[in-house]
């Protein structure tokens, strides 16, 4: 089955320590949650996304490598694009393709993403989280505003940054949000 060309509603973001067992978790959800490699330091990152990549083939689910446009092409995968790389061509091999997307954290990003050719942004943080603990998260005022133009931009739009189920119902999906990306909220440890 081949993977859809835009990411699914739901983004689960690969992290070794903190969800070890990706195979059952992403089993257990619907397609409609997509998978991210981030694991940057993964000693055998390569393998681990083509193991991905299969098990998402498989599945018909989204899925995207994170920080390697090389690697995200030589496993057939979309490329999430962290934002430093956003001013960075070279790093990304050049402009976006439909189903890639870019981390932003601002209004200038959110401008570099859509210029660069991103159609999908992953604002954050949201709230505070444990991928980057002291980060300053935005509140679910300034997201909302990012959110909104994003998708006035023409862009979907996701929110990331301590995001789970809980949060998501209790704001409404923020109205102009595509969906969510997070590591937690996947976790059944957690849920």
Not at 41 to 53: F, G, I, S, T
Request: positive net charge; glycine residues 8%; aromatic residues 8%.
């Amino acid at each position: 089955m081949p993977p859809p060309k835009t990411p699914a509603p739901f983004l689960m973001l690969s992290d070794a320590d903190r969800l070890p067992y990706w195979q059952a978790l992403i089993a257990a959800h619907p397609s409609a949650v997509g998978l991210v490699l981030r694991d940057y330091a993964h000693p055998k990152r390569a393998h681990l996304a083509a193991q991905m990549a299969q098990a998402c083939r498989k599945q018909g689910r989204y899925f995207s490598v994170a920080g390697d446009a090389r690697l995200a092409a030589s496993v057939g995968a979309a490329f999430h694009c962290p934002s430093y790389m956003l001013a960075r061509p070279a790093l990304r091999h050049g402009r976006a393709a439909p189903q890639d997307s870019a981390a932003v954290h601002n209004m200038a990003e959110l401008i570099a993403a859509q210029r660069a050719g991103f159609r999908s942004v992953l604002i954050a943080p949201v709230f505070a989280t444990r991928s980057h603990p002291g980060a300053r998260p935005l509140g679910a005022m300034r997201a909302a505003f990012l959110l909104r133009a994003a998708r006035q931009m023409g862009l979907a739009a996701y929110a990331m940054g301590g995001m789970g189920w809980a949060r998501w119902r209790r704001l409404g999906g923020f109205g102009a949000a595509s969906g969510f990306a997070a590591i937690d909220a996947f976790n059944s440890d957690s849920a």
